[in-house]
């Protein structure tokens, strides 16, 4: 049998947005904390699969275009790193 796949393996992968406009999609509003806790790990799962598309679009780019906006093969796994963007967002004279 040679049947094709109608979706590709990595986009059943793909990042989901999770809005606050249809929370009931995981728990009724009225389920207290049951249902704000699965919100909350349906929202962290939401970010990770987002974290590791950009991870992995940063990955994709060669060293000159890494070059071009500032990062290095290096940085691409603190790109997320709180610490590490707010010691990229200061001028150049108060890093040192």
């Known amino acids: 049998?040679?049947?094709?796949?109608?979706?590709?393996?990595v986009s059943y992968f793909a990042p989901v947005n999770i809005s606050e406009a249809s929370p009931s999609v995981f728990a009724p509003s009225n389920t207290g904390i049951v249902?704000?806790?699965?919100?909350?790990?349906?929202?962290?799962?939401?970010a990770m699969m987002?974290?590791?598309?950009?991870i992995g679009e940063l990955s994709a780019l060669s060293d000159h275009e890494l070059a071009d906006i500032g990062l290095s093969r290096v940085d691409i796994p603190r790109v997320f790193?709180?610490?590490?963007?707010?010691?990229?967002s200061m001028p150049n004279a108060a890093r040192f």
């Open 1 to 9: 049998m040679s049947a094709q796949f109608a979706k590709d393996p």
């Open 35 to 46: 249902g704000k806790g699965l919100r909350a790990v349906a929202r962290s799962f939401s």
């Open 50 to 54: 987002q974290r590791r598309a950009v």
């Open 81 to 88: 790193d709180r610490a590490f963007v707010a010691a990229r």
